[in-house]
């Protein structure tokens, strides 16, 4: 059973940043590839980012990229989200996700393990 944990959410006003971290246990984390989802109250769940099981190979949201970088470190089993120049509309909760795959993935249905989820909150 893999388990994630994300931490690192909270207020922010626009302009500033905020990082994420997701912390995996429970299998070889380097077999996975690991996403970062967020969904706003009465919006669908969206892709935000996602990084491949050695990192060679990341994806962005276009309303993200340029702002968001995602890393990950699988000596730690963890993976993060520098969150920069956020806006009011970043505003959701935000979760990690976890797949055992080789493959860019950025549909939710295409993971199995999700974390309980981290509240950010831009203020204007």
């Known amino acids: 059973q893999v388990q994630l944990v994300e931490s690192g959410g909270g207020l922010v006003q626009a302009g500033g940043s905020l990082r994420l971290s997701c912390v995996v246990s429970?299998?070889?984390?380097?077999?996975?590839?690991m996403g970062w989802f967020r969904q706003a109250p009465g919006e669908e769940r969206e892709f935000v980012a996602v990084?491949?099981?050695?990192?060679?190979?990341?994806r962005y949201a276009d309303s993200v990229k340029g702002r968001f970088t995602i890393s990950r470190d699988n000596a730690k089993d963890t993976m993060s989200l520098q969150m920069n120049s956020l806006k009011p509309e970043d505003t959701a909760v935000y979760y990690c996700?976890?797949?055992?795959?080789?493959?860019?993935?950025?549909?939710?249905?295409?993971?199995?393990?999700w974390g309980q989820g981290t509240q950010v909150t831009v203020s204007s």
């Open positions: 996700a976890a797949e055992q795959s080789v493959r860019v993935l950025t549909s939710p249905t295409e993971y199995h393990y």
């Open positions: 429970g299998r070889t984390f380097s077999r996975y590839s």
């Open positions: 990084i491949t099981r050695i990192g060679g190979n990341t």
